[in-house]
């Protein structure tokens, strides 16, 4: 009987640290996704004039950059490419990728911009069906963030349209260090 009680005291236990460890991941995965899209979530500037070769006004560059932009989500997180990115990062990344320690969802409210952009889930049927992007400004794509044990360093690739035909991926290698995520190594993948 006594075995049987510290056998279901363990399994609890195990239960609780699992459960635990899933949510801190998850925490981090969504930290990390709200860095990203305000590193990459930029409006661009009016082209010039029909005709003429005018420099855009630095006062309306200035505004533009600070403008909150509508991102779009796709809802369906993917594997890395392990055969594109393993020469292209630094080495003590390449082991987090074989560890494959990794989220492959997020939630979408507990995603921020603290640059004030509006996050919400793409309809995936519509951005298959659809060239340009009408009902948002960008289209955000994450790859499954990996993590090493430690939880100290991340990696992952995501990829960025402001239409079908207009977009980039770049590789993300990320260290945790005074309590927030800073970007250690990015390198853009393609472009489109």
Sequence with gaps: ???????????????????????????????IMGLIIDKNAKAIPPPPKFGTIEEVDEKLLDSIVNLPLKVAIYPIMSDIDLRTINMTIPYEYREIVQINS?????????ISSKKGHYLFLADSSAVKRDK??????????????????ERTRAIV???????ALAGYSVIYCLVFDNEKWRVAFSKINSEW
């Excluded at 363990?10 to 930290?31: M, S």
């Excluded at 340009?132 to 044990?149: A, G, M, P, T, V």
């Excluded at 690739?157 to 239409?163: C, K, N, P, Q, Y």
């Design 1 to 31: 009987m006594r075995k049987i009680s510290y056998f279901l005291i363990f399994v609890i236990v195990q239960a609780f640290c699992g459960c635990n460890d899933k949510l801190i991941t998850e925490k981090l995965t969504h930290e």
């Design 102 to 110: 990794k989220i492959s969802s997020f939630e979408l409210s507990n």
């Design 132 to 149: 340009e992007y009408k009902d948002f400004d960008l289209l955000f794509n994450f790859s499954s963030i990996c993590f090493n044990k």
């Design 157 to 163: 690739e995501i990829g960025v349209s402001r239409s």
